[in-house]
């Protein structure tokens, strides 16, 4: 069951602690993702790179967005998760 912590932070049936999302905190972190990606090397980004030469529509915000979801925020493990 869910609980929850100061700052409208819940945490989850795992134990993770998930931000309350906030159009503000969504911005913030795609932009911080997107400084981590230009971070990466051109090999460690390949495959990212490559989606979005053959299908730009499906690497957007969305998608982005879902890969931070899946590293709660933490757009440095995001980055590398998307290099994969």
């Excluded at 932070?9 to 993702?33: A, F, M, R, S």
């Excluded at 990606?37 to 529509?57: F, Y």
């Excluded at 915000?61 to 493990?77: I, Q, S």
Aim: hydrophobic share 30%; with cysteine; glycine share 6%.
């Amino acid at each position: 069951m869910a609980s929850s912590s100061s700052g409208g932070e819940k945490e989850d049936q795992y134990g993770q602690i998930h931000p309350n999302e906030t159009p503000e905190l969504i911005e913030e972190k795609l932009n911080e993702l997107e400084s981590q990606l230009d971070k990466l090397s051109d090999d460690a980004k390949k495959n990212w790179i490559k989606a979005t030469e053959k299908c730009p529509d499906l690497t957007g915000d969305a998608t982005r967005l879902m890969f931070l979801r899946c590293e709660v925020f933490n757009a440095d493990l995001a980055a590398i998760r998307i290099g994969k």
